[in-house]
């Protein structure tokens, strides 16, 4: 039995969808523990794509429980249309479980967001305007409507005709929007409660008692380590805790019900929205990473913003996460270049800097300092062990863990499940360098 938490080690978008979906052949359990339909994954499984933004991505395999934790925020329209979407495809979702802490979106929680964004002007921080923040901001001013709210009639009528009288007069008076009809979105939200109704538990306990019966728990996390509202590069985060330690708070569990923490990392960066980004590429190379590495929102659709590798922000992610190993996805984008570079530290204000500063001013005067990599100029689409990887890509991948201070345990090759080299099994199997004593490549243990 493992119980392993898999977070992104950047600025999300790093392939934990793929990654996710690899690893949850192995687990019993799927938790989503954060985050809402700002984020999303795709998984390729057999030429066909699959974009998920609430539902796990242990949905395509029909053994598999899935479970949404009471850290996400849920918009159920999304929601049941993304079920829809599924059993359209034939994918079953009566393994589907939502939290009944689970917070919902509401409708001026999208009005807001987006009227919110317009107001900051040159001060916007790129959000996706799908309502998270103001939701979770009106969870934590304890105004909020839960899944339990929800499937409760009599509940939600009561809270809603008080909410959204008090929500019109910040839509009126702040944003000069009209009012939201109290009537029509309860009628609205009681037949999605009536959709959703019978997947609705007590999730915390639901999980518990898998881990009573040492089943394998694979905890999934949305956005990135960079985006965490805590430790992320603030203010342009996300709204929820995507780190490892969020896990345990957004699915209801303690610390010591976790065995492992993989993180995910793309050979490259990539970030979307605004906010200070030291290896961003301008110009033609970084149109060529965005091109052949298909940079496009799941969610939004936005061309994401490509740079370097980045040592600095991806030592951050082992230390805030705790993690075990990484999985580098990715690594065939790289395959036309000549030459790779890798930010190894960053200077500010004249002074080498080897950590990531918490100072948003300062992160913004950071100027990266390269360690440039031959590159390897041959695909590596078709490899499936590290012996078939050309010489340089190796040595890419064996300098990214010695910088990391961290095993590679996994390398994605492309979109397709097949397009993965296993180094490890990151759930059952030991942990070890990437390569052995003898600098000879581990090869698959599984």
């Known amino acids: 039995m493992a119980n392993v938490v898999v977070i992104g080690a950047q600025w999300g978008d790093e392939g934990k969808g793929k990654i996710t979906d690899l690893l949850s052949r192995s687990a019993d359990v799927v938790v989503r523990y954060q985050g809402g339909v700002n984020a999303g994954h795709t998984v390729v499984v057999q030429g066909q794509t699959f974009k998920l933004h609430l539902i796990p991505s242990g949905i395509l395999y029909p053994k598999t429980q899935c479970i949404i934790g009471s850290g996400t925020v849920i918009d159920p329209q999304v929601l049941i249309d993304e079920i829809e979407q599924l059993e359209a495809l034939g994918i079953s979702t009566k393994n589907l479980l939502i939290s009944e802490t689970a917070h919902i979106t509401m409708p001026y929680h999208r009005l807001i967001d987006k009227a919110a964004e317009e107001r900051r002007g040159t001060h916007k921080i790129g959000t996706t305007g799908r309502g998270i923040g103001p939701t979770y901001a009106d969870k934590s001013e304890r105004t909020g409507i839960r899944v339990v709210d929800l499937i409760d009639p009599e509940a939600l009528r009561k809270q809603l005709n008080w909410t959204i009288n008090y929500k019109n007069t910040i839509l009126e008076k702040l944003y000069n929007l009209p009012p939201l009809d109290p009537q029509e979105v309860i009628k609205q939200y009681l037949e999605y409660a009536e959709r959703l109704r019978p997947h609705v538990v007590d999730s915390s306990l639901t999980i518990y008692q898998a881990v009573q019966k040492r089943r394998n728990i694979l905890f999934e996390g949305a956005q990135g380590t960079l985006l965490d509202l805590d430790h992320g590069t603030y203010p342009y985060v996300t709204s929820s805790n995507p780190v490892a330690g969020g896990a345990c708070v957004g699915a209801g569990v303690g610390p010591t019900m976790i065995d492992r923490v993989i993180g995910v990392a793309k050979a490259y960066t990539t970030r979307v929205g605004e906010g200070p980004f030291p290896t961003e590429i301008e110009g033609k190379l970084g149109e060529v990473l965005c091109d052949r590495g298909a940079e496009f929102g799941t969610t939004t659709g936005r061309r994401r913003r490509c740079g370097w590798f980045d040592a600095v922000i991806g030592r951050y992610a082992v230390r805030i996460n705790g993690l075990d190993c990484l999985a580098i996805t990715k690594l065939d984008v790289l395959d036309t270049l000549e030459e790779i570079q890798v930010c190894v530290a960053y200077e500010i204000d004249g002074q080498r800097c080897q950590e990531f500063p918490s100072n948003a001013r300062l992160f913004s005067h950071c100027q990266p300092i390269y360690k440039t990599l031959a590159g390897w100029q ?69």
Do not use: W
């Open 378 to 446: 041959k695909s590596t689409a078709n490899c499936r062990s590290l012996d078939d990887l050309p010489k340089q890509a190796l040595d890419y991948l064996k300098f990214l863990a010695e910088l990391m201070e961290v095993p590679i345990a996994l390398v994605s090759l492309g979109a397709s499940r097949d397009q993965t080299i296993i180094v490890e099994d990151p759930i059952h199997g030991p942990k070890r360098a990437l390569l052995d004593a003898n600098g000879t490549p581990v090869t698959s243990v599984v």
